[in-house]
């Protein structure tokens, strides 16, 4: 499957099962597909970049992802770096590195 595809079948995805990130001001894009490794690479920013339960929507959606596109096997989410998305980028920083939700799963 070529790069566009998957890159287009992850941005359905994430836009149709994780609508509350657009809902609640936070953004997301899909920065890579590597078809050849079955990765992706997802940033997310806007008000998720502050938010207490995005480590939770990260989790979910490298759980997830690949379990719902053929062709992608490994997620990573990661902070983004648009202008606009760094509403507080050092708690950020901070969520990724947390544990505390690892085993939690969302409805998402």
């Given at each position: 499957m070529?790069?566009q595809?998957?890159k ?14 657009q809902?609640h ?8 597909v590597d078809?050849?490794?079955g ?12 938010c207490?339960?995005a480590p ?14 053929d ?6 989410v990661?902070?983004s ?7 507080m ?6 969520m990724?590195?947390?544990?505390e939700y ?5 409805p998402?």
């Open positions: 070529s790069a595809s998957l287009q079948q992850t941005q359905n995805y994430l836009t149709n099962n994780v609508p509350q990130i809902q001001g936070g953004s997301f894009e899909v920065r890579d078809p050849e490794r990765h992706a690479t997802v940033a997310i920013g806007g008000t998720c970049s502050g207490g339960i939770m929507t990260m989790n979910a959606i490298e759980s997830r992802l690949p379990e719902s596109i062709g992608i096997d490994t997620v990573e990661v902070r770096t648009q202008p606009d998305a760094a509403v980028p050092s708690k950020t920083d901070e990724e590195s947390m544990t690892e085993d939690y799963s969302p998402l």
